[in-house]
């Protein structure tokens, strides 16, 4: 038997899981009775056909029990083409918020993607010499009327007023204390995670970031809100921290 050539997995690119739940949905809800309805069609077809051909049986009850296989699979499948949208638009920010951190490299800043958790992701972590960062990418369409603009009070996030479904601050504060965790059993060391929201394409209204545990930014603006920060660790640290999460995500 061939072995691999690689001594251990790839870590994980942006989007990763999205791009495996929408796999999933291609697969499951749109395919499948893509199969069934052309399945039915082609009894259909074939039965009128021995009809036309003057052939004993009958097609019509075959043409009406093809219909509903058709109906039904039509419907699963618009169904499953609903479900594809917003997660295409989550990998696509995704990969553009990921392609922003990737700059940090040039800092000696270590970029992670698409870490799994027991039924959830972090979608982006940066260890870098001002900190450990975990970044939660939130795509929104714009609205067709009116400026792409947010509120945070520093508390919730708002869209007109309203806020925000789904609760996304309190999700990084979550992901964040389970990445320190993490870190802390394997390495020892305890060090604050600060988590990040961005929503790509929209105008953050946000209050002094230094009063705020959790920033919600314009991805555009995060290399440089990290950048800006006072120095946390020390290289050779980022590395050690960087080699712990890499060995986590080859586990996995």
């Given amino acids: ?147 792409a603009e947010l509120e945070f009070d520093g508390v919730q996030i708002k869209h007109r007023g309203k806020p925000i479904k789904g609760d996304p601050v309190t999700q990084v504060n979550a992901a964040s204390y389970w990445l320190g965790e993490l870190l802390s059993e394997s390495t020892g060391r305890k060090l604050p995670v600060r988590g990040v929201v961005v929503y790509p394409g929209w105008y953050i209204h946000s209050p002094d970031t230094r009063r705020t545990k959790v920033w919600v930014l314009n991805p555009k603006a995060l290399p440089t809100f990290i950048e800006n920060q006072p120095k946390q660790i020390e290289p050779e640290d980022v590395h050690l921290f960087a080699y712990h999460l890499s060995r986590f995500i080859r586990t996995l």
Wanted: glycine residues 6%; charged residues 25%; hydrophobic residues 45%.
């Fill in 1 to 147: 038997m061939k072995k691999s050539p690689l001594k251990a997995k790839p870590l994980r690119n942006p989007g990763e899981s999205l791009e495996k739940q929408l796999m999933n949905i291609v697969l499951d809800d749109i395919l499948f009775y893509l199969l069934i309805a052309m399945v039915a069609l082609a009894l259909a077809v074939t039965e009128w056909s021995r009809w036309y051909f003057d052939s004993p049986p009958n097609p019509i009850l075959v043409s009406l029990l093809a219909g509903v296989v058709i109906l039904v699979a039509a419907w699963k499948m618009v169904r499953g083409v609903r479900k594809t949208k917003p997660i295409k638009l989550g990998i696509e920010g995704e990969k553009a918020v990921g392609q922003f951190l990737e700059r940090l490299r040039v800092q000696g800043a270590q970029v992670f993607h698409d870490i799994e958790g027991e039924n959830f992701n972090l979608d982006h972590v940066v260890i870098h010499r001002s900190g450990i960062y975990v970044i939660e990418t939130k795509t929104m369409s714009k609205p067709d009327k009116g400026k």
